[in-house]
């Protein structure tokens, strides 16, 4: 801590660490990779099964529906991020009530846009509307049986997804998990079933993911129907200025996945123009393996747009650059790690979809798998950027990359290479996207800091008013009980130095030390896992917020406080305690973690 106060040495030994951050990033990870996978390994059964039972005009149908698919993922984004990250400020601020609102106004919107877009695909495939998408007459009706199928499963599609990501935010982690591992399994039996079987063909493998999509979404949406679910639908609960706000915030993140539907209307004809229809049978072959590669870099942006929000909610600056940094540290190097992986299995990967090395398509496909994974570790650091500068408000930065990643840069290339260089063209554009949007991200910050980004907080250009300067907080992490007792000592001296009154001072210090000591007491000895207690001290406005962040097991001390025996005078005393000498004591269970926030 950046100070000149006397305490500075004295708590270097407990200053808090981005420990906690990390653990929480990397313990949410694997379920929403999951999360984000769960379509994309349903597009590999479908892949796999109308490549080797169907035949390659299912495969150029697949290649087709990719840009719709984009859509609706894209509008999918947009009202889950917008929401997401509403509820996530929110929740910094311990408003409740706003986040019901939200709830069930973005399952109102998401049920809308399924709607609408299950009517335009049945209206598209019985009209024989898809004439304007390919002119392959062959293709262009078996795109039409597809779209039939998958205009089935495009309702729990939308609704599925905004389930998972209030579940992610209530910490029911464990039922979104079984919900993504049933729909996979239903999906890949009824391919057998519908495919194998009884021979249905293309629109057999799109009713699979379809009803498959229903399962996904039938068993999360139980969870809501109970009596203990925290959030309910209600129309009444909607207060529908809100949708602004939603489209507002959601749109800039969802535009690049819009923008690659776009783009990728563009590269088909590209495609079919200067490489032919095994340019696109090599497209789906390749983008059905890589888009489940690609759910890690979307795992990773799930989880840390979470934390964002509610950092930025709390006006909490460190953790905010702790989440930026870990996407360096740890987000990153996995996936150079998720890359080489790929390139290295380039030819097995290709074996699953055709066989014949002499084929056209077949080398296309090896060097997808050679060339497009390069792009990844660079596409994850465009991502969190565009994610942080949405929670922030940075429109200019987000349309920036957005248009930058989303269409700008691979249509530019992918025009200028593909002529040249046919497939290969493609995919050396998408690495050079990649390139050149890192570079902006750096130019952004060289720009606004008149020089080179020296630290994280110069890369983000995190404004000087956000949060409270680092001389006006301290922040404290304790992970033994011989730590606990030095905590009323550091809390009240930092207080003193404030100008706060002794009295304040030494309640701010028990306050603190009697919480702690509750947890490491108490909620470190519940499982074997090693834990840690995060505290922050506030001066602000002449008032002073203590917050306390554990990751044990919920432990809501306002209902402990019920449960006390009036006639027991120690019964829970250090409890009892703090809820008389605080103003306000206000407690949440946020992404598996204890938060409790007290006034003095």
């Not at 729909?183 to 009713?207: C, E, K, S």
């Not at 994850?380 to 957005?402: E, R, T």
Request: with cysteine.
């Amino acid at each position: 801590m950046k100070t000149n106060h006397g305490h500075t040495q004295k708590a270097t030994a407990y200053t808090s660490d981005s420990r906690m951050v990390t653990a929480l990033l990397l313990r949410l990870l694997p379920v929403q990779i999951l999360l984000a996978s769960v379509s994309t390994v349903n597009g590999i059964v479908s892949g796999l099964f109308a490549g080797n039972l169907v035949g390659e005009a299912a495969m150029s149908a697949i290649a087709l529906y990719s840009p719709i698919k984009l859509l609706m993922g894209a509008l999918c984004a947009l009202l889950f991020g917008g929401a997401t990250i509403l509820c996530g400020r929110y929740l910094g601020r311990n408003q409740q009530e706003k986040v019901q609102s939200l709830f069930s106004l973005d399952l109102f919107l998401a049920a809308a846009a399924g709607a609408a877009f299950s009517l335009f695909m049945v209206i598209v495939s019985s009209f024989h509307l898809s004439a304007l998408m390919t002119h392959d007459a062959a293709v262009r009706v078996v795109f039409d049986r597809y779209l039939l199928g998958q205009a089935i499963g495009v309702l729990p599609y939308f609704l599925g997804r905004q389930l998972s990501a209030f579940l992610s935010m209530g910490n029911e982690i464990k039922l979104t998990t079984i919900a993504s591992l049933i729909m996979i399994a239903v999906n890949a039996l009824l391919n057998v079933l519908f495919v194998l079987v009884l021979h249905w063909g293309v629109f057999g493998v799109a009713l699979a993911s379809s009803i498959g999509n229903w399962a996904f979404f039938a068993v999360q949406v139980q969870y809501f129907l109970r009596k203990k679910g925290a959030l309910k639908f209600t129309i009444r609960r909607i207060s529908w200025r809100e949708s602004g706000q939603v489209i507002k915030i959601g749109l800039p993140g969802a535009a690049s996945t819009i923008y690659q539907s776009l783009l990728g209307i563009i590269v088909n004809g590209l495609i079919t123009t200067y490489v032919g229809s095994a340019g696109l049978s090599a497209f789906a072959a390749s983008d059905s393996i890589l888009c489940f590669f690609w759910s890690v870099p979307a795992g990773m942006l799930a989880v840390s747009r979470m934390l964002l929000s509610i950092s930025v909610g709390e006006e909490d600056r460190q953790t905010l650059t702790d989440v930026m940094r870990n996407l360096f540290r740890c987000f990153v190097p996995l996936m150079c790690a998720v890359s080489l992986a790929i390139i290295l299995l380039a030819v097995p990967f290709t074996r699953q979809f055709y066989r014949d090395p002499s084929a056209p398509v077949y080398l296309m496909t090896v060097r997808a798998f050679q060339i497009l994974p390069l792009s990844m570790p660079l596409s994850v650091i465009c991502m969190h950027f565009v994610c942080y500068g949405q929670v922030s408000d940075k429109q200019g930065l987000v349309h920036l990359l957005s248009a930058l990643d989303g269409i700008v840069c691979i249509a530019a290339f992918s025009a200028l290479l593909i002529p040249r260089w046919g497939m290969n063209g493609w995919y050396i554009a998408n690495v050079l996207n990649g390139v050149v949007t890192l570079l902006t991200i750096l130019l952004y910050a060289v720009l606004k800091n008149r020089r080179m980004p020296r630290n994280m907080e110069e890369l983000m250009v995190i404004p000087d008013s956000f949060g409270v300067e680092e001389k006006d907080r301290m922040d404290l992490t304790v992970r033994r009980m011989d730590e606990v007792v030095r905590v009323a000592e550091k809390v009240q001296l930092f207080c003193l130095e404030k100008g706060l009154d002794t009295r304040r001072a030494y309640l701010a210090g028990l306050a603190m030390e009697e919480m702690a000591g509750n947890v490491v007491g108490h909620g470190f000895h519940k499982d074997k896992k090693k834990h840690s207690v995060d505290i922050r001290v506030v001066y602000k406005d002449s008032g002073l917020l203590l917050r306390i962040r554990d990751d044990c097991r919920p432990f809501d001390p306002g209902e402990r406080k019920k449960l006390t025996n009036p006639s027991d005078p120690v019964s829970n005393i250090g409890i009892r305690l703090v809820f008389q000498i605080a103003k306000e004591v206000e407690y949440q269970f946020i992404l598996g973690l204890n938060v409790l926030t007290i006034t003095i």
